[in-house]
């Protein structure tokens, strides 16, 4: 199974932001979807941001629309999520998720994604 790798998490102050990483080995983003989901203790997962196979779709949760971007970096194949003006409602774990597919929709119901990184725990506290 293709390995996923987050990281950028951490503790941060209302209002800061943070950039979240994805990372995988080998892969080509020309054929994986790609997603941003959280989760928060007791709660169900929830998709925060999409990209499509190629890097052209993107797709927002209405909670961090203006806020936060998902973006894509060919040289080192990487997924980024970048998160302004934090709120504590933001808190959680933040998972990157890839589902291999040739097709140009953004997104994906969460039981469609195939790999799944370990997640990076967001605090957004003061």
């Known amino acids: 199974q293709l390995q996923l790798v987050e990281s950028g998490g951490g503790l941060v102050q209302p209002g800061g932001s943070l950039r979240l990483s994805c990372a995988a080995s080998?892969?080509?983003?020309?054929?994986?979807?790609v997603g941003w989901f959280r989760q928060v203790p007791g709660k169900e997962r929830e998709g925060v941001s999409c990209l499509s196979s190629g890097g052209g779709n993107t797709k927002y949760a209405d909670f961090v629309k203006g806020r936060f971007t998902i973006s894509r970096e060919r040289a080192t194949e990487t997924v980024y999520l970048q998160m302004n003006r934090l709120e504590p409602e933001d808190t959680g774990i933040y998972y990157c998720?890839?589902?291999?597919?040739?097709?140009?929709?953004?997104?994906?119901?969460?039981?469609?994604?195939?790999?799944w990184g370990r997640g990076t725990q967001v605090t957004v506290s003061s």
């Open positions: 080998g892969w080509n983003l020309d054929y994986y979807r």
């Open positions: 998720a890839a589902q291999r597919t040739i097709f140009r929709d953004a997104c994906a119901v969460a039981g469609d994604y195939e790999h």
